[in-house]
């Protein structure tokens, strides 16, 4: 299998964030050809385009992040029905200067997690369109939606049933083929 960087976002910034450990769980359950690293936007001012005359270090480090990654994977809750709006602010920046989005050709894929019963679906959909914008080649299948009930995974990223598990695992098994694909099509340097 041909290996990939995939930078990842978390979208909440809570010390308890349960899609905090669904990403921890999406790590160890892929194939291991996928090399993970975080892209922080904790740091990241808000956002305003009196900025892109002389981006800021932190702006500039976070471009730079999603630069060097094969693909990004997005990890959010859903807030108000929405973007969780850290990680809006994050995508604002990468997306400009104009001419420079980050997003473009760059494969991706978003998942989440809530208590709620539909897992956080409108906010992914409203992520998918923003995505959509700003160019980003998405995997459309599988899509995943996951209801959080307590203990499902551990602060390790341990899932504790085996049905979330295997479907977890398939879903990055997915997203590593999908990444093959898009990167097939659009080598990084084209
Ligand atoms: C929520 N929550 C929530 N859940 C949901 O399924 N749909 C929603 O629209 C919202 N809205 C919402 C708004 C705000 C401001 C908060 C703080 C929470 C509940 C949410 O799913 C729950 O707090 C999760 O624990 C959030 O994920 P993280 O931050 O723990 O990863």
Known sequence: MT??????????????????????????????????????FRDLPLYSYDYDADFPAVARAFKDAIKAADAILFVTPEYNRSIPGGLKNAIDWASRPYGTNSFTRKPS?????????????????????????????????????IRFTPNLITDDGEVTVEATEQFLRDYMEEFHAFIARVLTVLPRDA
């Open 3 to 40: 290996h990939y960087k995939v930078g990842y976002l978390v979208g909440s910034l809570a010390t308890a964030s349960i899609n905090r450990k669904l990403a921890k769980a999406l790590i160890r359950l892929a194939p291991e050809s996928l090399e993970f690293s975080e892209i922080s």
């Open 109 to 145: 894929a978003v998942i989440g997690t809530s208590p709620g019963a539909i897992g956080t679906a409108i906010a992914q959909q409203q992520l998918r369109s923003v995505l959509g914008f700003c160019n980003s080649p998405q995997m459309n299948a599988p899509e995943a939606y």
